[in-house]
């Protein structure tokens, strides 16, 4: 079975413009979640996708956002980038999202924000 | 404070040494307890699982979670330049917004 796959996995972009992350789950699964990592932070969860639809979400400000197809692949989307946006961004994926499931993380997409 | 907390180390051991991490947490509802290594440049993956308290062994690992201590530790036996990495802990609730709260990970390396 392939991983979970992101793309682009390396972005530059300046201050105020906007960006569009992708993550392919593993086939079969349905549950989709963000992180962002940072060296201070660590890992934070930003959302949580099933069935198309954000069933969990975390402490970051709606500049943050994200949507879920039906094939189950999922975008993440920043806009009015700000320098503090720069970090490693994951995306896991399991079954059905239940705690008792396996995460299994993409190799992340690194965004710097100049 | 936050709600886990993880020593950012670097930790550096020779290698066959017996290697302990640890994190603690605060909040009580967390259930579920997971231990992922993340080599550079790649995404986490999933060492050790553990619902609620107790031990567990997986070859050289073991996963261990005192509750009433708000406390858990892995501990790698025979470390290998191979497990030079960084180790994150984590924790979930049914309960709360969040499901899994991370640790900040410890950086190990182990010496050849």
């Known amino acids: 079975k392939a991983g979970v796959t992101q793309t682009p996995r390396y972005l530059i972009k300046t201050r105020g413009q906007q960006v569009t992350l992708s993550c392919s789950p593993i086939?079969?699964?349905?549950?989709v979640s963000w992180y962002q990592q940072t060296p201070g932070q660590g890992l934070q969860f930003l959302f949580e996708?099933?069935?198309?639809?954000?069933?969990n979400k975390g402490n970051f400000p709606g500049r943050f956002s994200g949507r879920q197809f039906s094939n189950s692949r999922s975008e993440m989307n920043v806009s009015t980038l700000e320098l503090g946006d720069s970090a490693l961004y994951l995306c896991?994926?399991?079954?059905?999202?239940?705690?008792?499931?396996?995460?299994?993380f993409g190799p992340g997409t690194r965004l710097l924000v100049l | 404070q936050k709600e886990v907390e993880q020593d950012p180390g670097p930790l550096s051991v020779p290698e066959g040494a017996i290697v302990s991490l640890n994190c603690t947490y605060s909040?009580?509802?967390?259930?579920?307890f997971m231990w992922y290594r993340q080599y550079s440049r790649k995404g986490p993956e999933l060492l050790m699982y553990?619902?609620?308290?107790g031990n567990k062994e997986d070859g050289r690992f073991t996963a261990q979670v005192d509750k009433s201590s708000k406390y858990i530790s892995l501990f790698i036996r025979d470390s290998q330049p191979s497990d030079s990495a960084t180790y994150l802990c984590?924790?979930?609730?049914?309960?709360?917004?969040?499901?899994?709260?991370f640790g900040t990970g410890t950086r190990l390396k182990v010496l050849a």
């Open positions: 896991a994926s399991s079954g059905t999202g239940g705690l008792q499931e396996t995460q299994y």
């Open positions: 086939s079969g699964h349905r549950s």
């Open positions: 553990t619902y609620s308290s």
């Open positions: 909040n009580s509802a967390f259930q579920y």
């Open positions: 996708y099933f069935s198309e639809t954000q069933r």
């Open positions: 984590a924790m979930g609730s049914t309960s709360g917004t969040y499901k899994y709260i």
